[in-house]
């Protein structure tokens, strides 16, 4: 565990308090709370960052391959009052701070097996949710059966669901200082700089060894700053303390994903032909999966949907050489689409929420999803995209997010697929694997050790409904 952001390597030693095993770390006289500490109130000298590190001597070995360590549920206490700081103390000395409950006992459908709950005693003094009358402590949760909380933006994660490129995780922890840190571009690349040391010091990765970075400041109402402060000009959002408690599991199902059955239409534009949007439709929804933290396997961009607007501007100019303007016309090119994002859950009632959660976060302004998804993808492109440039924003504004529903189960038509490849087979030269799905509706015939074509189509989703369907016309 760290407290503070380190920009460089040289001033590591001096910008960072850590504590490099919480697990055995004793405390005299309170061995349950082990306690991190520094002299500096300020909100960038006390972000803390949290890693949990599996070793690799255990988790590479062939019957670990499957096992992951996973973080449950996070929740932090934040407080002003030093006397209800101590009365939580002793609830947690006494085990009577927070309980574990039995999910596959109590929920069949929960995606986890435990669930890190607090008890009443605790919410009396710390609530999750603003009570009338009880100052100064608030509780938070960062992470819930392992989603983290998009709605306050008070933690982001340092590794994903996937091993992914790390470039994508230190600009994630840039914007994510930029925004807690007052939006300069100094706290864009401390927070970028920070994340790089932690990777490269601890060798970070989706499955045993992960890292997150978590706000210490809380938005107070100013009741309770004037209560505690006495003062009715203080202004200050930084807890004096903060406890941190997590649940992590040792887990099996790594990589095992749901099908996801709730999913939402967000409208997207980028100054792409549409063409360039079907060439490089896996890549921007990825890319927007990683940004947004959701499921690679749930999002797609639905080919369908695609609708190029092409503007011209007329510019003119005088030369010296001569009297007469020359007009010059800029071709101005973007594609409206649709991202198709689906939200797995085996309760459909747990994805309606999360799916409304991610709704919310998006549609807020200055919202740090949105940031993160448009950096990625825009970062993805460029790779890809020849004098691609930059947008500002991605998500299209005119169009609202309908409200989620279910998606419908459909499954590929092998009967046709297998009538098409067959005959084409015996014609060509070489052999062509043909697929058809249902997300988008398209047909790919790649050809080996060359580039893959894709066609559109408007055949059925079920199939072909015509005998031209089976030409692929």
């Not at 070995?61 to 499957?66: Q, T, V, Y």
């Not at 930029?178 to 060798?203: C, P, T, V, W």
């Not at 409304?356 to 790779?383: E, G, H, K, M, Y």
């Not at 052999?431 to 509706?441: A, E, K, N, Y």
């Amino acid at each position: 565990m760290f407290l503070g952001l380190a920009g460089n390597e040289s001033s590591f030693a001096t910008s960072v308090v850590q504590s490099l095993d919480f697990t055995r770390r004793p405390v005299p006289g309170n061995a349950l709370m082990p306690v991190l500490e520094r002299d500096i109130s300020s909100a960038a000298s006390n972000v803390m960052t949290m890693l949990v590190k599996g070793n690799a001597a255990l988790f590479e070995n062939e019957f670990a391959k499957e096992y992951t360590l996973a973080v449950e549920d996070m929740i932090s206490l934040h407080f002003l009052n030093d006397e209800k700081r101590m009365l939580v103390e002793e609830l947690f000395a006494k085990g009577l701070a927070f309980a574990t409950q039995n999910m596959l006992e109590n929920d069949p459908n929960s995606r986890t097996s435990m669930k890190l709950v607090p008890t009443a005693a605790l919410l009396a003094y710390c609530p999750l949710q603003t009570m009338r009358g009880m100052y100064g402590c608030n509780a938070r949760r960062e992470i819930q059966q392992r989603t983290i909380d998009t709605r306050t933006d008070s933690i982001i994660s340092l590794t994903m669901r996937n091993n992914e490129d790390a470039h994508f995780a230190h600009t994630r922890a840039g914007l994510w200082s930029q925004m807690l840190l007052g939006g300069s571009e100094y706290a864009r690349q401390l927070g970028y700089n920070h994340s790089k040391i932690m990777f490269e010091q601890n060798d970070l990765n989706a499955r045993y060894r992960k890292g997150f970075m978590i706000s210490p400041t809380i938005p107070w109402r100013q009741a309770e700053i004037d209560a505690e402060s006495g003062r009715v000009d203080s202004i200050f959002d930084l807890s004096q303390h903060m406890i941190t408690t997590v649940l992590i599991s040792l887990d099996t199902n790594y990589g095992q994903l749901f099908e996801a059955n709730i999913e939402i239409t967000i409208p997207s534009i980028l100054p792409l032909t549409r063409q360039q949007v079907i060439d490089h439709q896996f890549a921007i929804a990825h890319a927007y999966a990683l940004g947004a933290n959701l499921d690679t396997s749930n999002i797609y961009v639905d080919v369908n949907s695609i609708v190029e607007n092409t503007d011209r501007v007329v510019q003119s100019r005088n030369l010296l050489q001569s009297d007469s303007a020359v007009e010059t016309q800029l071709v101005l090119t973007e594609s409206e689409f649709d991202i198709i994002t689906g939200f797995a859950s085996a309760a459909e009632v747990d994805a309606l929420q999360e799916a409304n959660s991610f709704i919310a976060s998006i549609q807020a302004p200055n919202s740090l999803v949105s940031q993160l998804a448009l950096t990625t993808v825009n970062t993805a492109l460029a790779r890809k995209v020849q004098y691609y440039s930059m947008p500002r924003s991605m998500f299209n504004r005119q169009r609202g997010i309908d409200k989620p529903r279910n998606r419908q189960a459909c499954y590929d038509d092998t009967t046709w697929e297998m009538a098409v490849i067959r005959p084409r087979n015996a014609s060509d030269t070489q052999d062509i694997t043909g697929f058809v799905g249902c997300q988008g509706r398209r047909i790919g015939l790649p050809f080996p050790n060359t580039t893959a074509k894709v066609w559109d189509t408007a055949m059925h989703i079920r199939g072909p409904m015509q005998d031209s369907d089976f030409f692929l016309d």
